[in-house]
Every structure is written in structure tokens, then in C-alpha cells.
């Protein structure tokens, strides 16, 4: 395990979520998802780099599930879509861990999972606390 990674893919998520408070971006109800549906897209162009248009053609098709996924957490009312993303957020963290399981894409770091499975897990824990907490109340995204 890449410890190094793990703590730069938890300083750059915590980054971003911070940023995203101090700017009001987290109030826009956009946010999150297309921020989600672009992580699949570091995988396609790890392939592309690497060459292997198989890799490439297996990483477009569960990319398209998470881009499914955050298309449908927007388009539901605020909790629930919230809680649907957090969960997306964190299948993708667990997609970087077992990536290899499936297939290799030799265009990706061997750092990746611990880094990206760390900036996914925390932002879908971040987002399944602010989820859970405005459920009683009604959430100001616009």
C-alpha cells in the first residue's frame, strides 16, 4: 500500500471539499455529480496513453455506469440524489481497490487506487454525512 497516495488523495479531497464550501459551489446542485462523472475519465485517458484500446473499451463501459449514476443522483431531489452520489462516490472508491480484479490498464500509476480510492471515499463519506444530516430539514442546493 501506497500510504504517500493514500494521504495526498486525502489532502487533495479534503481540498476540494473545502473549496467547494468557501466558494458556495457545494450549493449548486451540479457540482458533485460532474465532478464524479469525470473520474472515470482519468482511466480512459490512462488507456489512450497506454495504447490498449481493449483497456480503453472496458474502461468506457463501467464509466458510463458512474456517469448513469451521477446523472440520475442530479436529477432526484436534493437528500436523496445526495445520498445516491455519496454512494456512487464511494463504488468508485472500491472500483480503484479492485481495479485489477477485472482487467489491467497498464496505463494507469501503480499509485492510483490508493489515491483515487482515497479522494472518492472521502468525498462520498463527506457527502453521506451532509446527505444525512439535512434530511430532517430542507437543503439549500440550488
Not at 464509466?63 to 436523496?80: K, Q
Request: proline share 4%.
Amino acid at each position: 500500500m501506497n500510504y504517500y497516495a493514500l494521504l495526498a488523495g486525502i489532502a487533495i479531497a479534503v481540498f476540494v471539499v473545502a473549496r467547494f464550501k468557501k466558494t458556495k459551489l457545494e450549493k449548486r446542485k451540479w457540482v458533485y455529480p460532474v465532478l464524479l462523472a469525470t473520474f472515470p475519465i482519468y482511466y480512459w485517458i490512462f488507456a489512450v496513453y497506454a495504447s490498449d484500446y481493449s483497456a480503453l473499451m472496458s474502461e468506457v463501459g463501467i464509466g458510463l455506469a458512474f456517469f448513469f449514476l451521477a446523472y440520475i443522483a442530479y436529477r432526484l431531489n436534493s437528500v436523496t440524489g445526495l445520498i445516491l452520489l455519496a454512494t456512487g462516490y464511494i463504488l468508485h472508491g472500491g472500483y480503484d481497490v479492485i481495479h485489477n480484479s477485472f482487467f489491467i490498464n497498464p496505463g494507469t500509476p501503480v499509485w492510483w487506487p490508493e489515491f483515487c480510492g482515497a479522494v472518492d471515499v472521502f468525498i462520498g463519506v463527506y457527502l453521506l454525512y451532509f446527505g444525512v444530516s439535512v434530511k430532517g430539514r430542507a437543503p439549500k442546493i440550488a
